[in-house]
């Protein structure tokens, strides 16, 4: 088993563990600094949905930041189990897992949030799956952060703000279109 650091925030410089599931990959330091520093050091306040929660490192990250509450969904038993462990090392109580399919999450979620983290397995087609419900997953002026494989340029409904590329990684920032 591997770990991560949480970069910024509350719990600054401590290490969550990294299960071992095939195709886990946690989004790098850089990546995550690119990103914080995007959306601004402090999500204090902040509903946050990670799909794919995987690590947890986008997740644990956010609730470091003071988001208000994190919902992290991830279907792999080994994957979630290791996220209980490391919520409750942290005693992140803003933080609740849900263990189970992140589209059927997606279609019957029941509430809107401010940020959306969308880091799904690979060439499984999750990204063509999951967009189209992402707009009546957001709050007005939401954002959603997409990393994956390739460039995406368009999702509907919203708008691009931000990009990059960290080896074979793009991600993207996107927002709710005014």
């Known amino acids: 088993?591997?770990?991560?650091?949480?970069?910024?925030?509350?719990?600054?410089?401590?290490q969550v563990d990294v299960s071992a599931v095939k195709g886990l990959r946690?989004?790098?330091a850089r990546v995550r600094e690119t990103l914080f520093?995007?959306?601004?050091?402090?999500?204090?306040?902040?509903?946050?949905?990670?799909?794919?929660?995987?690590?947890g490192a986008l997740g644990f990250e956010a609730a470091s930041r003071g988001a208000a509450s994190v919902s992290m969904i991830?279907?792999?038993?080994?994957?979630?189990?290791?996220?209980?462990n490391s919520a409750k090392t942290l005693k992140a109580e803003c933080v609740q897992l849900v263990r189970g399919?992140?589209?059927?999450f997606a279609r019957s979620a029941g509430r809107t949030y401010d940020l959306i983290f969308l880091d799904p397995p690979y060439r499984m087609g999750w990204i063509e799956?999951?967009?189209p419900l992402l707009p009546a997953l957001l709050k007005e002026?939401?954002?959603?952060?997409?990393?994956?494989?390739?460039d995406i340029e368009h999702i509907d409904q919203l708008t691009r703000i931000k990009h990059g590329k960290a080896g074979q990684v793009f991600y993207h920032l996107f927002?709710?279109?005014a």
């Open 1 to 14: 088993m591997s770990r991560v650091r949480i970069i910024g925030g509350e719990w600054r410089s401590r």
């Open 26 to 28: 946690p989004t790098p």
């Open 37 to 55: 520093n995007w959306l601004g050091q402090e999500l204090d306040g902040w509903d946050c949905l990670d799909l794919f929660a995987g690590s």
């Open 74 to 84: 991830e279907q792999d038993a080994l994957a979630y189990s290791v996220l209980q």
């Open 101 to 104: 399919d992140a589209l059927k």
């Open 129 to 131: 799956k999951i967009t």
């Open 141 to 150: 002026g939401g954002q959603v952060y997409v990393e994956a494989e390739y």
């Open 175 to 177: 927002a709710t279109c």
